[in-house]
DNA sequence: ATGAAAGCGCTAACAC
DNA sequence: GTGTTAGCGCTTTCAT
């Protein structure tokens, strides 16, 4: 850093104080000078020291975030919008990739002014509630690690996933999704798809839940393929990602299925690339935008006000209709 | 931020000075001192004011990292290892997935030591040199935005690989990638193959190259059928990224192709990765920890020594056997 | 409307 | 070995 608003003030003639008075828009200066040192300010390129600003304002305008790494393009979607979110509301986000407890450290450190965590842990890692005292709000798993947290209903999600085909005539669905993980969010969805299978007196069947055993698009794919080899022949697929849904496509497209014709399908996750696959693709999910204005909207609340958020907000999930399903008059529900 | 240096010397009835140099674990303070600090700081659970400290010793110990909004398998898990070697060196990183001006601007002002941009810019959208006090480094694409780079010569991966595969008795060989992307990295890649095509004398053919146009592993999928549906019938096929290797697999099994009986292959992306895809894939590329450790390597010696990197530092690709290619009796060689 | 001065938490001479 | 002091770049009373 070279040049400060000692060197602005001394060109312009006044004070530091004015300079920093007029930098921060202060109504205290006069318009001309005001418009002089942004004038000088902006020709020397002065670029303010965050650092001497946090340390007598005790705030940085900055958020940190704790991002997992693993890649899902969900995520990255929401990070995305997120970061432009606050970016609106002048304030900079930045993000590190160390384990959760070293970051909120690190922020700590930084002084950031609040923390935000994309959630991506596994609870039998959970080693314990965390020190910060910067505020911090999670994303992704309810309460974890004991912070409150912002969490969109995927139980909710599955079932008016299932409500829909449902209300379309489907009486055989399958779900295929990573029915084995021990993340909340994910048996969130397998449980919210059963609901819908008791509500609904769906006929149930073993290959009516698929473990995908991942949830990269390859173990889609091969789910996919082990339930279309099944003697089950469901008229319609409940997938649990959007990368699971990516592979589930290729694999129907692979065995001549045509989707809706052949057979329908929703997919998790409300994302824009869902209109971009082969077929644009109908989907439950907490929309993207209403997560981001949620998340942004509770991070500056906790900064602002010193309350304590509530532990659980929850994000109410939408349905979004597409190309990718059809009503169905085949078979009739046995019950 | 509660609890200083002030507070602890207080307590432990010494100066901050000395407090100072305890917690820095200058040889100045004496052995019992120092541990007496180091336990009150401890059990105070105190927090080191990196504004405080970077304002006064114009180091941050932080790096800056510019991140590209796609992601990409790859440069996760490159990233990731810079990191870690970050760390190692008692340096953090975080990242900003703002446009690079904006980002560069931005740590600036949090006055971080060094900044490294992964760079995925497209060259038209290039705006001029961007201004930045502290030293940049590029990882990605050559010199790009005049600041040093460190860069994988990928045009002699390319050429690498198809001699290889000459090597091993293959004449006819096929090139999928993102032939009209305008980025270099990719169109290095492309001028590689070339360059051994025309090495080895290697008969063209209107198939030869096949352009996927984009990089996504559904592309790679689709230019991979395509290969097949026409009248060249390759006996190895390069893949100009990770991605593109996933989808051309999944074309290839489902054409009953084997890999390497039917056809061999080979990959760009020189990741771990490449070693749990169906059959374990033999690739081209930077080596990931060589990489990391020259790109963390560069940085520190930019923010050690004033003076300026050279504007490009190559890293010299390596080609990983596994299973992916085997010898082949086929056809001769036209010429 | 502007300036003087104090001080944020820390480090780095320099003195003792 | 330890303490004193000044000051990093900035904001913020409080005077003027």
């Known amino acids: 850093m070279d040049i400060t608003i000692k060197d602005i003030a001394r060109i312009a003639g006044v004070s530091t104080a004015t300079v920093s008075k007029a930098l921060n828009n202060s109504a205290l200066v006069k318009p001309s000078t005001k418009h002089k040192i942004n004038e000088i300010a902006e020709q020397m390129g002065y670029q303010p020291n965050i650092a001497a600003k946090s340390l007598v304002s005790k705030k940085s305008r ?15 979607t929401l990070a995305t919008k997120i970061n432009d979110e606050f ?29 935000l965590v994309f959630d991506r842990s596994d609870p039998n890692s959970y080693a314990g509630p965390i020190a910060s005292k910067v505020p911090v709000l999670c994303y992704g798993e309810p309460a974890s690690k004991g912070f409150p947290s912002v969490y969109v209903d995927r139980r909710k999600a599955m079932f008016k996933a299932v409500e829909y085909l449902w209300s379309l005539g489907h009486r055989k669905i399958t779900y295929i999704g990573d029915v084995s993980n021990k993340r909340i969010s994910q048996q969130e969805k397998h449980i919210g798809f059963t609901d819908g299978v008791i509500e609904f007196g769906l006929t149930t069947h073993p290959s009516m839940i698929v473990n995908s055993n991942g949830l990269e698009s390859n173990e889609g794919y091969k789910a996919a393929l082990k339930l279309l080899a099944s003697s089950y022949k469901p008229t319609a697929i409940i997938s649990g990602t959007y990368d699971l849904t990516v592979g589930i496509l290729r694999a129907l497209q692979q065995e001549n299925k045509r989707v809706p014709q052949d057979i329908s399908l929703i997919s998790y996750d409300n994302i824009p690339q869902m209109e971009s696959l082969p077929t644009a693709i109908t989907a439950v999910g907490g929309p993207i935008d209403g997560i981001a204005k949620k998340v942004v909207e509770s991070v500056l609340c906790m900064i602002d006000k010193q309350e304590q958020l509530p532990l659980l907000q929850t994000v109410e999930p939408e349905l979004v209709k597409r190309d990718s399903c059809r009503s169905c008059s085949g078979e009739i529900n046995k019950n």
């Open 87 to 115: 970016n609106k509301n002048g304030y900079s986000m930045i993000l590190s990739i160390n384990p959760a407890e070293s970051a909120i450290q690190l922020f700590n450190q930084i002084q950031v002014d609040a923390i």
């Open 62 to 76: 900055t958020i940190g975030a704790v991002w997992p790494n693993v890649d899902r393009a969900t995520l990255t």
